[in-house]
């Protein structure tokens, strides 16, 4: 299975910090940001890594990380011109991941959960991880019968269906590359990673795990500091 991390885009919301470098590059306690969605992968066993980057970033990233030698992995770099949507990294990756299963993680999440074994069990279709939240009309809303079937999926709804918001990390079959090609873009001229999963879910293939423990969406300065302080209390405990 290969792994992408998406790290580019500018990080408007958290300006004037991201004037100077990349979100996915500030601190969270003790560890670059990028740091903890890429554990997640190699947790899982995931050693061939594509990250995305900007292009006024990239030599940042190349210093921080290197090839993944040190992480007992093998990095390889792509530079995203442009930012338009999630499901634009498995247009950029296409020829990176080659019809293998994929991974695809936001670089700005930071999960507490271990989902190795889910990762590494997952053979068909889409397998996305959701998260209860008190504000879903903010995210992709996943609606789900009592026996965890997902029944829809929007982004960003007015009346959300259910408080249940999809999170940034996501596992995919051989299928996905050819998927994200039919796309087409949004009213706001992104490609959705919603309106993939979409797809998915018309044939039947789109599974939902539900996180258990503390998530952070790190790109604004209050999650930021909630992930940071988190962080500190679980490494002092």
């Known amino acids: 299975m290969k792994g992408i991390i998406l790290a580019g885009g500018a990080g408007t919301r958290l300006h004037p910090l991201t004037k100077v470098t990349s ?84 670089g700005d999440n930071i999960y507490t959960d271990d989902f190795s074994e889910e990762i590494k069990a997952h053979n068909e279709g889409a397998l996305i991880f959701v998260k209860n939240v008190p504000d879903p009309e903010r995210f992709g809303v996943v609606e789900m019968d009592e026996n965890g079937k997902v029944l829809s999926i929007e982004e960003k709804p007015e009346n959300p269906k259910s408080n ?53 969406d790190a790109g604004t300065f209050e999650s930021l500091f909630e992930a940071s302080s988190f962080i500190r209390s679980q490494s002092q405990s």
Request: glycine fraction near 8%; hydrophobic fraction near 45%; charge should be negative.
């Open 164 to 216: 249940w918001a999809q999170t940034g990390l996501y596992v995919y079959d051989e299928a996905a590359c050819d998927m994200a090609a039919m796309l087409n873009p949004s009213d706001r001229g992104e490609y959705e990673i919603t309106d993939l999963h979409r797809l998915y879910l018309e044939k039947g293939l789109l599974k939902a795990q539900s996180v258990a423990g503390p998530w952070f």
């Open 23 to 106: 979100k996915q590059l500030l601190p969270v306690y003790n560890k670059p940001m990028i740091y903890y969605p890429l554990q997640t992968l190699l947790n899982a066993g995931i050693k061939d890594i594509l990250i995305i980057i900007a292009p006024e970033r990239s030599g940042d990233f190349l210093n921080l990380l290197g090839s993944g030698k040190e992480f007992g992995a093998n990095f390889v770099y792509e530079v995203q011109e442009k930012p338009e949507g999630i499901a634009q990294a498995l247009m950029i990756g296409k020829d990176f991941i080659n019809g293998e299963k994929c991974a695809l993680i936001l």
